[in-house]
Nanobody
Framework: QVQLVESGGGLVQAGGSLRLSCAAS????????MGWFRQAPGKEREFVGA????????YYADSVKGRFTISRDNAKNTVSLQMNSLKPEDTAVYYC???????????????????WGQGTQVTVSS
């Protein structure tokens, strides 16, 4: 089973960009579908985007579509979330998550994931 560590969060002005990274330990990272979720204070955990184990398929929440991009490098055991045109409503703790998968699917519900990182704070000021 992999372990996940997020990095790259911080404070940015509205309209700015951040790139989050999720580093995974373990030799079988390439057989995990990955997802990004976020949780703002007082709100439920929200799906942001997902990517299949090969990187061939991605899917995004409507709220971030066109602004955020997920990518992965299986040789480096990393998955990234490039966030552009950030808005104050993007402020949240961002989590990466992993689910063992051989089908090539992506997953959009938090309960479909087995492993979670500790989260990284993203704050967007207006």
């Amino acid at each position: 089973q992999v372990q996940l560590v997020e990095s790259g969060g911080g404070l940015v002005q509205a309209g700015g960009s951040l790139r989050l990274s999720c580093a995974a330990s373990g030799r079988t990272f390439s057989r995990y579908a990955m997802g990004w979720f976020r949780q703002a204070p007082g709100k439920e955990r929200e799906f942001v985007g997902a990517i299949s184990w090969s990187g061939a398929s991605t899917y995004y929440a409507d709220s971030v579509k066109g602004r955020f991009t997920i990518s992965r490098d299986n040789a480096k055991n990393t998955v990234s979330l490039q966030m552009n045109s950030l808005k104050p409503e993007d402020t949240a703790v961002y989590y990466c998550a992993a689910r063992g998968d051989y089908s090539g699917r992506y997953y959009t519900s938090w309960y479909e994931y087995d492993v979670w990182g500790q989260g990284t704070q993203v704050t967007v000021s207006s």
